[in-house]
């Protein structure tokens, strides 16, 4: 039995395609930009036809790396940027417009006149989401609403919706299959998360037709085989599919109930599994599927920053004060604390659980004795205690207290930031050896599909920690720390 995976990452700048073995040695790694297309201020979009260039290039380019044929894979589990919007032609698979990508505002009128008529309460209920142009929902009614005849053509069932997942499964299936996962539907302002199933009042408040719609199926189930790929034979299982922070959740081993992980990127993403019901919350977070496994849906809380690592890249590019994102741990390990300096990085407003879109960054607490490394050091602590506030946010709302923080994503690899994380939480931290679990949780999932893990437990056998992070500040100095951020957010 073939027990090689291969994990598809499409992300919003680059896809990523890892071939991995059952004990997680990664065969080959091989990623693939593509470009951004920014048609008016404030609106993204993307290639459909470039996503799945850099999607098969990558796929051919990873296998051949690995020095195995498409004959030794057990499964492709894929993972994706939520939210982005595709709608093509059912007989061809020609888009009929440019991806409209999960940070596009242009149906921001469009979700305050929903608000304003009152249907803010019965979407929350429904999804566990806010009206907000973020999600699916109101992208499909956009282009349907715009581009001439896309209407009608989805009245007729002409025209397929999916998210990236979906499309991608389209493709590699020869348009077989049309279908996605109950993570990356729960996104999109048309699925009842409470059912599991797409929502007809959901439907109908935001006018799309339920025949655009893809099937929903589970996180790790064959989906479909491939077929007609250039350099993939046909008859591979696609046994995969999460939305990616779900991913990475999973990737994670977080199976148990209250686990934690934060994703730290350009910004950092926060995801908790309150298990099998979901959880409101009252402090500015999100309710979502984690995944469905068999009949089984799991949930979760979750909650974003715009700015983590973005902050360092400030530092480096619009303050010069590093030249690389390295060297801001080198440089901040020059002084044992941040001097009093504290560093908002709100340098797009501030996200949960506050939600200021009208605050901006400032630093505050500094003298004369300051210097570059008290800024880089005050730079790293301000992103460790964004974190903080919205794990304090997630305990209120999930009424359980976190034993263990899982941490992953680029910014990760810094030990000193984790240290910090650590400190001003008063928590342990757990990083594993493989920073890109956005992959590594599509391989699990693609391996639970198929066979190659039996169960959860045995992939949380697979799973491995590389290092712990322990409080090394007293409760007293970090509650002092905290104490002075609060006073400078107020200002922010």
Known sequence: MARHLCAIDQGTTQTTVMVLSDQLEILSRVSREFPQIYPHPGWVEH?????????????????????????????????????????????????????????????????????????????????????????????????????????????????????????????????????????????????????????????????????????????????????????????????????????????????SEGSVKCTYGTGSFLMMNVGGSPVSSSRGLLTTVAWKLDDRITYALEGSLFIAGAAVQWLRDGMGLISNAPEVERLALEVPDSGGVIFVPALAGLGAPHWRPEARGIISGLTRSTTRAHLARACLEGIALQVSDLIDAMQLDADRPLDVLKVDGGAAANDLLMQMQSDVLQTTLSRPVNLETTAIGAAFLAGLGTGVWKDTDAIRLAWKEERRFEPSLTLETANAIRQRWREAVAKA
């Open 47 to 255: 290639d459909p036809e470039a996503i799945w260039t850099s999607v098969s290039g990558a796929l051919g380019s990873a296998l051949r790396k690995a020095g195995i044929t498409g004959d030794d894979l057990a499964g492709i589990g894929i993972t994706n940027q939520r939210e982005t919007t595709v709608l093509w032609e059912r007989a061809t698979g020609r888009p009929v417009h440019n991806a409209i990508v999960w940070q596009c505002r242009r149906t921001a009128d469009l979700c305050d006149e929903l608000r304003k008529a009152g249907h803010a309460e019965t979407v929350s209920a429904a999804t566990g989401l806010v009206l907000d142009p973020y999600f699916s929902g109101t992208k499909v009614r956009w282009i349907l609403d715009t581009v001439a005849g896309a209407r009608a053509r989805a009245d007729a069932g002409e025209l397929a919706f999916g998210t990236v997942d979906s499309y991608l499964v389209w493709k590699l299936t020869g348009g077989a299959s049309h279908v996605t996962d109950l993570s990356n539907a729960s996104r999109t302002l048309l699925c009842n998360i409470h059912r599991g199933e797409w929502d007809p009042e959901l439907l109908g408040l935001l006018d799309v037709p339920a025949s655009l719609l893809p099937r929903i199926a589970g996180c790790a189930e064959v989906v479909g085989e491939t077929r007609g790929v250039d350099g993939l034979p046909d008859g591979i299982p696609i046994a995969g599919m999460a939305g990616d922070q779900q991913a990475a959740l999973f990737g994670q081993a977080c199976f």
